[in-house]
């Protein structure tokens, strides 16, 4: 199919199930994110997973956090370190002993259900970073705490993980090598984004072409994304940092006024139904029972864990359950694993495709649970 083709059915179907999704009284990204598996190889089959409709759909993810680091005030973040750091052990350890011990029962071998078990710990809070959005909810207490939790939590899984791959699965990267890049990283940004990105910002804004104001932007956003990915941090992480750290110059207004538009009018709409491409219904008529039994323990596990977090830090009940609804999504960081997992071996290759879709229900189950959380807690 045409490229073009492929993009004026994405952007059609995307705004007419996220009309309809409002009228239901949902948010408009979970119809987005439904418009995937409709259109896509699950059901209809009219758009197919693509290499550059999975470009685009990366650019977007990251147009998303950029934003969402431009909306947040780092003050806030600060504040509510402890709240996110005590959300994010919650939020990863009782969802790896729920995963662990599931996978053992379906009959995994010990190194497999540990790999299972981080992979289903990770969470991806881009779903809900759109959602809290469009709530009007992205400066509460809440939402700055699971934005605050999913950047710890990245860290907390991915040491995990490089542990985990060094010491069994036959990484050839030393650990404390892995470990390093990573503190290396968060030394990096906090510097870059103390001191160089607001001269950065000075300096490249005044140019005489056109648009310099955004283009500055996103060369910030570009570049610690690609340094977050070559430093072995999510790019996601890297763009949310650049936007936090434009936040605090005096050009934040400006690059958020104009880059909205472009990344909701194209690139925010492939992201979401890229997701939704990734699910097939082919072969999983004997994992039925296992991809909602372990479906099951990836959203109660996540909001016991992140929530009971929320709740030894001060937060409310209905607090501490909007915020274990936060971290409920797994979304792409872990597909990204799930990848990994089958490259190294370290997920069966007879798992992945229902891993893939108990990803994708949690995904999908996100943005229902956080309306009706934050409408409690609010």
Known sequence: MLFSLQVFIILLVTKLAGEYSVRLGQPAVLGKLLSGILI????????????????LSQV???????????????DDLRRNRNASVAV????????FAGSYLAARFFGLEPINAV????????TSVSISVQTIKELGKLHTRESTTILGAAIVDDILVVAALAILMSV???????LLLVLGKKAAFFAVIILLGWKVVPWVMKKLAPLRVEEAVISAGLIVCFFFAWLAESLGVAGIIGAFAAGLSISRTDFKEAVEHKLEPIAYAIFVPVFFVSIGLSVSFAGICGQVWQIVILSVIAVLTKLVGAGAGARLTGFSRPSAFAVGSGMVSRGE?????????LETKLLPAGQFTALLIVVIVTTMVTPPMLKRAFAKAL
């Open 168 to 174: 069994l699965g036959g990484a050839e990267t030393p």
């Open 40 to 55: 896509g190889p699950a059901v209809l089959g009219v758009i197919e997973r693509t290499e550059v409709l999975h470009e």
């Open 333 to 341: 960081v872990a597909l990204i694993l799930a990848a990994i997992g």
């Open 88 to 95: 994010a052990v919650g939020g990863m350890l009782v969802p």
């Open 115 to 122: 790999f299972l078990g981080l992979l289903l710990s990770a």
């Open 60 to 74: 977007g993810v990251l147009l998303l956090m950029f934003l969402a680091g431009l909306e947040t005030n780092l």
